[in-house]
């Protein structure tokens, strides 16, 4: 779906909506940015995915490790906890963890309310929304 450019007021937002990455110029686009002149030869599309947000960069003297894991490695890393804790003496350490539910199709909610009973188990508030 190609979208038409709007008079000069609305550029902001589609400079905006671009720079997010929500849009795109088409293959047979003419340049954006560009002069009122050349906004007739622009074409713009809503973009295929949507953007991911970028990582939040470290404070300065924070050392962050980040990895995907599949459920043998959180038990491995669950075994290891200790000797972790324990080399990080004297140190703030914290982990921050995000649990992606998915398949063929969406889990029915019975699933999701069983998971939420066992996430709550570890802190409240952890829980598929």
Known sequence: M????CPKSFE???????????????????PWPCEYPGAQA???????????PPPIPPKPG??????????????DLADILGDIVSAAAG???TFHLRIELSGESPPPD???GKLNEFLEDI???????
């Not at 924070?62 to 959180?74: D, Q």
């Open 42 to 52: 622009v074409k713009l599309s809503i973009a295929e995915a949507p953007p991911q």
């Open 123 to 129: 802190s409240p508030g952890f829980r598929f929304d």
């Open 62 to 75: 924070v050392y962050v490790a980040e990895s995907e894991l599949k459920p043998h490695e959180i038990q």
């Open 12 to 30: 902001p937002v589609h400079d905006g909506a671009y720079r997010a990455r929500l849009v795109e110029t088409t293959v047979d686009s003419g």
């Open 110 to 112: 019975e699933v999701q």
């Open 2 to 5: 190609n979208l038409p450019l």
């Open 91 to 93: 140190y703030d350490l």
